[in-house]
């Protein structure tokens, strides 16, 4: 069974910084993408970063220069390191594996927790960050 495990949410004040982790288990391949999305409250999901193999593939305009997404050699790992946060980036971050089931009508069917999000992926619980000015 896959599952994906973030930490390291929380509080900080503007302009203060965090680091997310999220490790995958169950997976078998690890030449897919992995991301991180949020969902700001009241919006809807909305792609973080994203990276592939190790190497880095999206990073949101509004947050470039101030995000860093990575992965772990065995690469079954990512990180988002947040500095000079501010109070828009209070969200619920996901992290998000693109999923190895067959493209069904049951797999398709699966909502992601992560409203608005896509489809096929697999979902951590997802991790609280909020931002105080």
């Known amino acids: 069974q896959v599952q994906l495990v973030e930490s390291g949410g929380g509080s900080v004040q503007t302009g203060g910084s965090l680091r997310l982790s999220c490790s995958a288990s169950g997976f078998t391949r690890d030449d897919s993408d992995m991301a991180w999305y949020r969902q700001p409250p009241g919006a809807e999901c909305e792609m973080v970063a994203s990276?592939?193999?190790?190497?880095?593939?999206y990073v949101l305009p509004s947050v470039r220069g101030r995000f860093t997404i990575s992965q772990d050699k065995s690469k079954t790992s990512i990180y988002l390191e947040m500095n000079n946060l501010q109070p828009t980036d209070t969200a619920v971050y996901f992290c998000?594996?693109?999923?190895?089931?067959?493209?069904?009508?049951?797999?398709?069917?699966?909502?992601?927790?992560?409203?608005?999000?896509?489809?096929?992926?697999?979902w951590g619980q997802g991790t609280q960050v909020t931002v105080s000015s």
């Open positions: 990276i592939r193999g190790g190497e880095r593939r």
């Open positions: 998000a594996k693109e999923s190895e089931l067959p493209v069904t009508g049951q797999s398709y069917a699966r909502v992601p927790p992560c409203r608005g999000g896509p489809r096929l992926w697999e």
